[in-house]
């Protein structure tokens, strides 16, 4: 199984704390992190100088450990004979704890950040305020800030980030006030949900994640329920077919079309569902929509089901073990009507997918919703974009958090799965999917040619596809979340619906390919 660039684990700021916390309770010196971390940085400043043949560097400190940092990077850097100047927002004497140890290892002048000059300079290292940012950033440290984003715009010079670019929330992926555009950050241990959720992701750029000696072992203690949506995460539950296996082992997915003039999105779900290793797929179609259907179908199986009692009637062939709704199925009670019938009891295990219009359907009456996927026959998927998520969950508390930042995607959408019991894939350039034990996983990357009609419609058919053969519901919905966005990474510009699905191989080869 191939490996993504991130260690599967994305921590809170809180978490992260803990983490330096046990590793330090256990006899590794809180210095001796910062010195790795410094390394660290200044071996991402050096790769920078040298592709470039910069040689002035300005590293901003700050008031904490993350300003410690810099110092030892500045030290670090002065001593491969690079130009560098240390500019801080307090005083050095003034700081705390490992902190002032670090800030007392830099022999050179320390100006004050407020005022400092950008003139001249070709890299500047932001170790002002890392993820254990607290607060809004204001005053002359906003204005600092504002200083540097508008030298890096008027002079296309580069910025790293330490820990995260100052001004993002490390748990939210917020802007506190104002936030530092930077290049590339270099981050400890973990990646922090923030370097992944928008839009403190917008403001990272590059990021790379070094080990610095805090020991893994310590994950146990914390706990963490939140994953980079990478093979990593979730390829222990990949379903691969066998030598000896055939189509009927590999389930049979419904996906409900509408009626005549909207087809369209469910036959692309139901391709997609095919692609995605379903062993059968059945489009079940109303009767008036069957002389369009028919001429545009070959893998995929065409049955009549008329109305709620139709697809009742279909779904009783206990082989159907995963029905798909909602891509044009057409907005009201008639909607509402078919997921009751298509999640009502069953003697048999039958999991099911609802996108679209179905979720516009219930926004009026979540609670109806929330009863039906209580007494479903097998585990639920929702997949809604941002304006389904708000209209269906418009009732969900979104306050802002103790310290001010606003309640994340990521949060939101764990909530939502925890009210109505079904794992949620809220869509989006920073898709989270969230289980209703609490599991969650970000993905890293989407290329923005996903933007295009249809392709909410396949994602849910590749969901589907992947349920069929037997995957758990959070690692199916995250699964397929990676397998769509890889799709479309590999066909690139000018992507429609259609090309995600032509490209569903190469995400499969990217899978199941040898580890070099």
């Not at 030598?243 to 692309?268: C, D, F, I, M, Q």
């Not at 508390?397 to 939502?416: M, N, Q, V, Y």
């Not at 990676?482 to 569903?504: Q, R």
Request: charged share 20%.
């Amino acid at each position: 199984m191939p490996h993504g660039p991130y260690p599967p684990e994305l921590l809170t700021t809180a978490q992260m704390a803990r983490a330096d916390r046990l590793t330090i309770e256990s006899g590794v010196a809180g210095m001796a992190l910062m010195e790795k971390a410094a390394a660290a940085i200044a071996a991402a400043a050096t790769a920078f100088l040298v592709k470039t043949a910069g040689r002035r560097v300005l590293v901003l400190c700050g008031p904490g450990n993350n300003g410690g940092d810099g110092y030892v990077a500045a030290r670090m850097l002065r001593s491969q004979r690079f130009k560098v100047r240390v500019a801080a927002l307090v005083p050095p004497e003034s700081l705390r704890g490992d902190a002032r140890e670090a800030a007392s290892t830099w022999d050179g002048r320390v100006e004050d950040a407020t005022s400092c000059d950008f003139t001249g300079v070709d890299l500047v290292i932001d170790a002002l305020f890392g993820t254990g940012l607290a607060r809004d950033i204001d005053g002359p440290a906003a204005v600092l800030i504002e200083r540097l984003n508008a030298w890096r715009a008027e002079t296309r010079q580069k910025i790293i980030a330490v820990d995260i670019p100052s001004g993002v929330d490390g748990t939210s992926g917020a802007i506190r006030g104002v936030a530092v555009q930077a290049d590339s950050t270099v981050t400890f241990f973990r990646l922090k949900c923030g370097h992944l959720l928008l839009p403190g992701r917008l403001r990272c750029g590059a990021i790379s994640c070094a080990h610095i000696g805090i020991r893994s072992t310590v994950l146990q203690q914390i706990a963490p329920q939140t994953f980079v949506n990478e093979p990593d995460a979730w390829g222990a539950a990949l379903r691969l077919p066998s030598v000896e296996g055939h189509k009927y082992a590999r389930g049979h997915a419904v996906v409900v079309s509408g009626g005549a003039s909207h087809t369209g999105a469910a036959r692309l779900a139901a391709t997609a569902a095919l692609r995605a290793g379903a062993g059968l797929v059945t489009l079940a179609t109303p009767q008036d929509a069957v002389a369009v259907n028919a001429p545009a179908l070959t893998s995929v199986m065409l049955r009549v089901a008329d109305g709620p009692a139709g697809l009742s009637a279909l779904l009783e062939d206990r082989r159907k073990n995963v029905v798909a709704l909602g891509p044009a199925l057409g907005v009201g009670e008639d909607c509402c009507a078919l997921v009751e019938a298509a999640l009502a009891p069953s003697p048999e295990p039958r999991a099911a997918v609802l996108d679209a219009d179905v979720l516009t359907s219930f926004a009026l009456a979540p609670e109806r919703l929330k009863e039906a996927i209580a007494n479903a026959p097998g585990p639920v998927v929702l997949t809604p974009h941002g304006g389904e998520f708000a209209r269906l969950f418009h009732g969900q508390r979104w306050e802002r958090t103790l310290s001010g930042a606003p309640i994340s995607k990521l949060e939101r959408t764990r909530d939502a799965a925890r009210e109505v019991g079904a794992v949620i894939v809220f869509k989006g350039p920073d898709t989270v999917v969230a289980a209703p034990d609490g599991r969650a996983s970000i993905l890293p990357h989407a290329t923005p040619w996903l933007a295009t009609a249809g392709s909410g419609d396949v994602l849910t058919g590749i969901v589907a596809g992947l349920l069929a053969q037997g995957m758990e519901p959070f690692a199916a919905a995250s699964c397929a979340v990676w397998m769509h966005a890889a799709a479309a990474e590999d066909f690139g510009p000018g992507l429609i619906a259609d090309d995600i699905i032509n490209h569903l191989p190469a995400a499969w080869r990217r899978l199941t390919a040898t580890q070099s």
